[in-house]
């Protein structure tokens, strides 16, 4: 098994940032801090800035969970390896992509979702 400590270490660095950013959105979304507004057209662009918080809310959530199932890959000394085939993951497709579960063939072979 490679020593993958340095991925180990930026995944978990990435994670604190993005939990930290979620957290400043709940923020955010519950309106901590000050009340909605009084004007009708001023709660609709907030209703608006609602809606874009929520898809970075879900988007967050999803990084997390990729993340984690990295951070689990490593610990069970998988991670490198193609889930679909077993072959080896290229190192450069790793470093773009860290959380990347299958090598590029079986990538491009798999249904796009």
């Known amino acids: 098994m490679k020593n993958h400590t340095a991925v180990q270490r930026r995944l978990l660095a990435r994670y604190g940032e993005i939990q930290d950013r979620l957290?400043?959105?709940?923020?955010?979304?519950?309106?901590?801090?000050?009340?909605?507004?009084?004007?009708?057209?001023e709660q609709a662009i907030e209703v608006q800035n609602d809606e874009v918080l929520d898809a970075l809310d879900g988007s967050i959530r999803?990084?997390?969970?990729?993340i984690q199932r990295t951070l689990t890959r490593l610990e069970a000394g998988t991670y490198g390896l193609?889930?679909?085939?077993?072959?080896?993951?290229?190192?450069?497709?790793?470093?773009?992509?860290?959380h990347a579960t299958r090598c590029v063939s079986?990538?491009?072979?798999?249904?796009?979702?």
Do not use: N, W
């Not at 957290?23 to 057209?41: M, N, S, V, W």
């Not at 079986?106 to 979702?113: G, H, I, L, Q």
């Open 23 to 41: 957290a400043r959105i709940e923020g955010d979304r519950r309106h901590t801090g000050k009340p909605l507004e009084q004007d009708f057209e």
């Open 62 to 66: 999803l990084e997390m969970a990729q």
């Open 82 to 98: 193609c889930e679909s085939c077993g072959q080896p993951i290229a190192g450069k497709r790793l470093q773009a992509l860290p």
């Open 106 to 113: 079986c990538a491009e072979a798999a249904p796009t979702r």
